[in-house]
């Protein structure tokens, strides 16, 4: 560490490379933490936490209970244990018994991402509810089709206020803070919508996860999806090998990002080369519609949503796009986690070493900002394993129950976990020694024999 | 450090395969030493304890657990170590998850989870601060599970604290009552100081009324004349001086009555509340805390001066005679509890004479009635004789044989005949004629009083069965000779250890080991006897053939140890225990017998312990038993239709 400090005294090393250095050190030294607890006030099982976006300093957690709270993790509220140990209690807390408070579970609660002004929570009471965090009112209400299980707003965008629904229900629709409206109705899956993740890229593009097993991705200018992705095509490593076939497709997926009516005829001509057996996904479709009228009378927009592939057996529980947007880790019910490349719809069939996941709820899923690591929920325990290779690289355990959701804090390089044991936990970089030294005495080898 | 890793584990593993609640204490020490001086040791220890904690069987747990706990109170790095598995640790302990309960003893493993909470409390309060985990486990299991948890520090504090509340308290008390006394001091002590006067003063009229003060001191004068100028028996001046001094005491009469009355009252009242407020005033100057002791010296000093006067007060009254009362009363008293006692004695008899009477099986016997008769002759004549010299009747009387009252006694002894007709009423009979002269022999009146003497058990004091219960104290079953929990009755001592446990061992292996040498006698006879023939043969043999070779002598040899053997044999197998301790030394000649022996202990700890219910399962629910019970049933089914539907076939 010292050298790597000389180094970038002498200018050997850039900054950017030097702080990479020293955060990656740190979240390889992340335990769990004794000098920071978050006294939890709720009495369910955490489902979602977030650290606000602009700050980095406030927690919101979710939790069964109906109630969600925010805490204060750079300040705490006391100390005990001759101030070893920093309590940070929440500084407000809506349940139940609030006015405009959800009557069940909250799934999800997000924050506003261009300030710490508004927090989003959506309910198992069919609910979303746009909080005042200064007041902590309601200030807009939706009320949808049924149980909410995520909800998210693009971190990108500046030309919409759209919230990204996931509900029971088959349709994802997208409500509009501003006129307090549905924007949207995405209507593809044929199960509920467990997950939904805004692109990290674009702040157009949507991706959702169902329990019918398929991810769409959707570009929210225009009508249907874009793209499905399906566990039969895969690609091996980073990038797909330059083939012929696969660059056309690509430069279609690409091009659709950008402009959407080009990619729609390149879609329908790829569906008239089907006799060519031209073989990647989106021509795989013709299989299934059965006549040819009814193909004709079908809007081009929706043609995509007659794409049956699955991208997990069973449920997609969690969705999580890598911070450059190029890449998109899944993980299901069938305890697979899976990471695709965006760019060619392909699963690069990195191996995670999971052992089981949670298969009955939605999980929340996080990455480091280099997207080296992913912080995968399995159970009792949490598991970071390295995105490109699967292997696991650390472990948390710590809940006595299973985990629900974690979230890691890119600036204290810090991952706050919730899970149904009512706790929320703080796994921090392991002090170095010298900072040890300072805790009570007592705490020393005791041989009376 | 490869071959140092296998003995922590070696270790570990004797100390666990144990039956015993306690780890032995030396392996214990082994451990701890063998860890204290070797990180990597102690890793080690760590995995093995954790993989012990995985076996499947209770005990095994339980003894990995202490000895966890003593590691885990000693070495950081232990603790580090663990409670990165804690959860695993509580799970395997504690056994809170609910597909994962605890393995087979249950009694075992109830005796883990508890030790298992108790643990984490210990450790929770003692390095709680320092590890986030153990925080976590203790605060999931206290406050999500409900587990309850001992509490033993905040128990001990909140008893600490009750302790010193109720001092405080006390001493509040003490203090307010001795500030009161500061206050009242002065007239409780004059109060007590009338009530003497008084006193002296009804004495004094007393004294004076009586005018035989005077004679107490010389009767004194003159016993001691007496001892010194001649001897007297000694019982003769106790009972003179006696005499002389109840003469001397003044006797209450018409004229002194009001003053002994108004003595007595003052007595009363000097007993009941001077005498008793005086020793609690003392008893709490003695006891109160002050910070000026002035007063209270001076007045503990008060205190006790009073009460010496007033106990000298209290004696001469006594001597006086007033509190005459209260000694009646005693007496009455203890003539009343002699009554009762005759009382209890009475009914006692009678209610034994009644259930002789009651019963139905009345066992007499001519001879023996007859014996119980001469000693009864015995005893009266006895009774006759004892006023005289009371030592021959004593003697005849330890003789005699009890008799139980009954109406045979009525006429004891007496040869009379008896007027059969006589009931000492004139009555008009109207069955004819009667005769009144009509008379029974004295053979018939004592066959018709023969003895009846029921048949009585002696009373036996049956032996508790005292064997220590596991909620404490001693097995209070009476039973003859085996009690149903512990097994056969044998003298215990007041822990319920059985007293001569270890001795009866002894006798047992000492009886066995008696047979065993008689055994071994006897075969080693036979074969000596077998070996002598076979010298005789073999001496013959040679003198037969000189030119016998070596070879041929050594497969002779062999022939003749097989012999020995087989002969050895069924010396050994003609008796039953004979054959069985054979086996016993077999046993023991092979080197790893206690090890199986323990195993086979753990294994057994397992086993099902087979209960009544089992075993009338086994017998009722048999396919036999269900068979025979519906074939039964059938047949009676089919005879009630027979009987229902006579006609029908």
């Known amino acids: 560490m010292w050298r790597e400090i000389g180094d970038r005294e002498t200018g050997k090393i850039r900054p950017n490379l030097f702080a990479n250095r020293i955060k990656w050190n740190r979240t390889e030294r992340l335990q769990l933490s004794n000098h920071k607890d978050i006294v939890s006030p709720h009495k369910g099982s955490i489902n979602s936490l977030q650290v606000d976006l602009t700050e980095g300093r406030y927690l919101l957690s979710g939790a069964s209970d109906a109630s969600a709270a925010i805490f204060d993790i750079q300040r705490a509220t006391e100390y005990e244990g001759g101030g070893v140990i920093a309590k940070h209690k929440c500084i407000f807390s809506v349940d139940k018994q609030h006015e405009g408070g959800h009557r069940y579970s909250i799934s999800s609660a997000i924050w506003y991402p261009i300030d710490t002004g508004l927090f989003i929570t959506g309910s198992y009471d069919h609910h979303i509810n746009v909080w005042d965090t200064n007041t902590t009112q309601v200030v807009v209400n939706f009320k949808m089709p049924g149980k909410v299980y995520r909800t998210a707003m693009s971190s990108l965008a500046t030309s919409h206020m759209l919230i990204a629904a996931g509900t029971e229900d088959v349709q994802v629709r997208l409500c509009d803070i501003a006129s307090g409206a549905f924007a949207h109705t995405l209507s593809g899956h044929r199960d509920g919508v467990m997950t939904v993740e805004w692109s990290t890229s674009s702040e157009w593009v949507l991706v959702t996860g169902g329990c019918d097993g398929a991810i769409r991705f959707w570009d929210i200018r225009r009508a249907g999806c874009f793209l499905v992705l399906d566990q039969s095509l895969s690609q091996l490593g980073r990038r797909p090998p330059i083939l012929e076939r696969s660059a056309t497709t690509k430069v279609s997926t690409t091009k659709s990002l950008l402009t959407s009516p080009s990619s729609l005829t390149k879609a329908r001509a790829s569906q008239k080369k089907l006799a060519n057996g031209s073989g990647m996904k989106q021509s795989s479709i013709c299989k299934f519609p059965a006549k040819g009228p009814m193909r004709q009378r079908l809007h081009p927009g929706m043609l995509s949503s007659q794409d049956r592939a699955t991208a997990h057996y069973g449920a997609v529980t969690g969705l999580k796009v890598t911070e450059d947007g190029m890449y998109l880790l899944s993980a299901g019910s069938d305890s697979r986690l899976r990471l695709w490349d965006v760019a060619s719809g392909c699963n690069t069939l990195v191996n995670f070493e999971t052992v089981r996941l949670q298969s009955s709820k939605p999980i929340q899923l996080a990455t480091t900002q280099s997207s080296d690591l992913i912080f995968v929920p399995c159970m009792t325990t949490v598991k970071a394993f390295d995105v490109w290779s699967g292997k696991t690289s650390l472990t948390f355990r710590g809940h006595y129950e299973c985990v629900n959701c974690c979230w890691f804090n890119f600036q204290d390089q810090e991952l706050y976990t919730g899970g149904n044991d009512r706790q929320i936990l703080v796994w921090s970089p392991s002090q170095l020694i010298f900072d040890e030294v300072d805790g009570p005495a007592h705490d020393q080898d005791n041989w009376s024999d | ?649």
């Open chain 2, 1 to 649: 450090m490869e071959e140092g890793g296998g003995k922590v584990r070696a270790l570990i593993e004797k100390a666990t395969n144990s039956t015993q609640p306690e780890v032995d204490p030396r392996l214990l020490k082994a451990i701890k030493s063998v860890v204290r001086y070797s990180d990597s040791e102690l890793r080690l220890a760590v995995h093995a304890l954790m993989e012990f904690m995985k076996r499947d069987h209770s005990q095994v747990r339980y003894l990995t657990l202490l000895i966890i706990d003593q590691l885990f109170m000693r070495s950081k790095l232990f603790r580090t170590l663990l409670v990165e598995n804690l959860d695993q640790l509580l799970t395997l302990s504690v056994g809170f998850r609910r597909n994962q309960p605890l393995p087979a003893p249950p009694s075992v493993a109830t005796l883990l989870r508890n030790k298992a909470i108790e643990f984490l409390e210990k450790w929770n309060s003692s390095f709680g601060i320092q590890y986030r985990q153990l925080r976590l486990g203790f605060d999931y299991l206290k406050n999500t599970l409900r587990f309850q948890f001992p509490n033993l520090q905040a128990n001990a504090a909140r008893i600490q604290q009750e302790r010193r509340e109720r001092e405080r308290r006390s001493k509040e008390i003490l203090l307010n009552k001795f500030e009161t006394l500061k206050e009242n001091f002065s007239s409780i002590k004059e109060e007590i100081q009338s009530t003497i006067d008084e006193i002296g003063e009804c004495l004094d009229i007393v004294r004076n009324t009586g005018e035989e003060s005077m004679l107490l001191a010389r009767l004194d004068d003159d016993d001691d004349d007496d001892d010194i100028e001649e001897f007297r028996s000694s019982e003769l001046q106790q009972i003179r001086r006696e005499t002389l001094e109840e003469g001397e005491k003044v006797h209450e009469n018409s004229e002194n009555k009001v003053v002994f009355d108004a003595l007595r009252e003052l007595y009363k009242l000097l007993v009941t509340k001077h005498l008793v407020s005086v020793q609690e005033w003392i008893s709490v100057l003695v006891r109160v805390e002050v910070t000026d002791n002035r007063f209270r010296d001076s007045s503990l000093k008060d205190f006790i001066d009073i009460r010496n006067l007033l106990q000298s007060v209290k004696k001469k009254c006594e001597e006086s005679g007033c509190s005459l009362p209260k000694a009646t009363t005693n007496e009455e008293e203890e003539d009343f509890w002699e009554e009762g006692k005759i009382e209890l004695n009475k009914s006692g008899t009678v209610s034994a004479c009644n259930r002789e009477n009651g019963d139905l099986a009345i066992v007499s016997e001519p001879s023996d009635s007859k014996i119980t008769v001469r000693h009864g002759k015995k005893k009266l004549e006895s009774e006759g004789v004892g006023t005289e010299s009371s030592s021959p009747r004593s003697k005849l009387l330890a003789e005699a044989p009890m008799v139980n009252w009954g109406p045979y006694l009525d006429n004891w002894g007496s040869k009379r005949d008896v007027l059969a007709n006589q009931r000492g009423l004139e009555l008009e009979s109207h069955w004819g004629r009667v005769d009144y002269d009509a008379v029974i022999p004295a053979e018939k009146i004592a066959e018709l009083n023969v003895h009846a003497t029921v048949y009585k058990e002696e009373q036996l004091e049956i032996q508790q069965c005292r064997a220590p219960l596991r909620k404490g104290g001693l097995c209070q079953r009476r039973d003859l000779r085996v009690c149903p929990f512990h097994g056969p009755i044998t003298p215990r001592d007041d822990e319920g250890k059985p007293l001569d446990q270890n001795l009866s061992k002894d006798e047992i292996a000492s009886d066995s080991g008696t047979d065993l040498v008689e055994a071994e006698q006897l075969a080693r006879q036979a074969v000596k006897n077998v070996r002598a023939r076979d010298k005789d043969v073999a001496r013959k043999r040679e003198i037969d053939r000189q030119s016998m070779k070596h070879a041929k002598r050594a497969k002779l040899a062999k022939i003749r140890e097989h012999n020995e053997a087989v002969l050895r044999d069924a010396a050994l197998a003609s008796t039953s225990r004979s054959a069985t301790a054979g086996e016993d030394m077999m046993a023991s000649d092979s080197g790893n017998a206690s090890d199986r022996s323990k195993k086979q202990a753990l294994a057994s700890m397992l086993r099902k312990k087979v209960t009544p219910k089992d075993r009338l399962a086994q017998r009722l629910l048999n396919t036999k038993a269900r068979d025979a019970t519906i074939r039964q049933l059938t047949s009676a089914e089919d005879a009630n239709y027979k009987e229902a539907f006579p006609s029908q076939w």
